[in-house]
């Protein structure tokens, strides 16, 4: 089995200038939801909060996506459990700076997060929202094995606009399903 190129971990006091910097990048900030400009005393409060969550916590955990060997800040991946159905699903949103772009590291990331959500944490349903202008996270989704479950048209207001809301949808047993066609085929 080929070892992975990144780890998911939390967040560190040292990730704060990384973090803060593709945060404020115009082509990641596009279509999130933090208003700009995004501050470092911002990054260190969230750095803080996040430090002792976990995924299995109500509300939002944001979790950083590291370079496996040399321990940089590539991105980060968001999993939300405040949902009154006894925590059996979970939202989950993912940003990734863009000098670690199209390089499989987002998918490789989203693998051990799932892994993580239907593994030990045995969640039933995996969710995402998206602008579906938003391409590549589209093509994340599909490639991991959600669904495209619907569209809202001009639903909020982002950026100065009425904004569509793209939702995908993951099941467990599809997730597993999945796997199981993934080792069969090599």
Not at 104 to 121: K, R, T, V, Y
Request: proline fraction near 6%.
């Amino acid at each position: 089995m080929t070892p992975h190129r990144v780890v998911l971990r939390h967040l560190r006091p040292e990730d704060a200038p990384a973090f803060t910097a593709y945060r404020n990048d115009p082509e990641i900030a596009c279509f999130q939801g933090w208003a700009l400009p995004y501050t470092l005393a911002q990054t260190e409060a969230l750095i803080e909060e996040m430090y002792t969550r976990t995924p299995e916590q109500p509300g939002w955990t944001q979790l950083a996506l590291v370079d496996a060997s040399s321990g940089e800040l590539l991105g980060d991946f968001a999993v939300n459990r405040a949902i009154p159905d006894n925590g059996a699903q979970a939202e989950i949103g993912f940003t990734l700076a863009r000098h670690a772009q199209g390089r499989g590291l987002a998918s490789e990331g989203l693998g051990l997060l799932l892994a993580q959500l239907f593994g030990p944490h045995a969640l039933h349903r995996v969710y995402a929202h998206i602008d579906p202008r938003n391409a590549p996270a589209a093509a994340l989704l599909n490639r991991a094995g959600f669904r495209h479950e619907g569209t809202a048209l001009e639903s909020y207001w982002h950026r100065e606009a009425w904004t569509d809301d793209a939702l995908y949808g993951l099941l467990a047993r599809e997730w597993q399903a999945g796997r199981k066609e993934k080792t069969q085929d090599g």
